[in-house]
């Protein structure tokens, strides 16, 4: 059993700053990547970020340079630091998690429930 949690959400005012965590738990042998994700009622899922297990990471154009996604391998948790919002960064964040449960196992991807993020102008 894999669970992954995420948490931070809330209402901000356009350019303020949030802080998202994202923990993932359970029977996990490694993670190999963790990315963050959002979307916004009635639209697709958008990707926004990615951290790689070696720490390499990579953001989506609409918000590079807004936002930092870093991480801590020991505790298995990502963060998602977010500054100079604005109401387009409006949007439920979901965390994904590339995991492996052992070592023959092969990775599979775990997703957290959601926070909410609302950005108001």
């Known amino acids: 059993q894999v669970q992954v949690v995420e948490s931070g959400g809330g209402l901000v005012q356009a350019g303020g700053s949030l802080r998202l965590s994202c923990a993932a738990s359970?029977?996990?042998?490694?993670?190999?990547?963790m990315n963050w994700y959002r979307q916004v009622l009635g639209k697709q899922r958008e990707w926004v970020a990615q951290?790689?297990?070696?720490?390499?990471?990579d953001y989506a154009d609409s918000v590079k340079g807004r936002f930092t996604i870093s991480g801590d391998n020991a505790k298995n948790t990502v963060y998602l630091q977010m500054n100079s919002l604005n109401p387009e960064d409006t949007a439920v964040y979901y965390c994904?998690?590339?995991?492996?449960?052992?070592?023959?196992?092969?990775?599979?991807?775990?997703w957290g429930q959601g926070t909410q993020v609302t950005v108001s102008s």
């Open positions: 994904n998690a590339a995991i492996r449960t052992g070592v023959v196992s092969t990775t599979r991807y775990y």
């Open positions: 359970g029977s996990i042998f490694s993670i190999n990547a």
């Open positions: 951290i790689t297990r070696g720490g390499t990471t």
